[in-house]
């Protein structure tokens, strides 16, 4: 994977989790910092939005993937 990626922090509220978290993308050498949300198993959020995220493909789909994992959703 070519990005770093870290949960700093999380909120469960019902069926929703709000993520904060860090992503570095070694392509890009740039660290990002945002809050995602999980509305049921629905993932939401700039970082991981396919045509808003700052995220190289790779980075954004590997970061998708581990917060998937992380929260088992």
Known sequence: MDC??????????????YVKIDVYDHQKNQWYQE??????ELLYGELV???KSPLTEQCRLGTIAYVR???NR
């Open 4 to 17: 770093q990626i870290t949960v700093t922090d999380f909120v469960e509220r019902e069926t929703a989790i």
């Open 35 to 40: 809050e995602l949300r999980f509305l049921g």
């Open 49 to 51: 939005h396919p045509k």
């Open 69 to 71: 994992a992380y929260f």
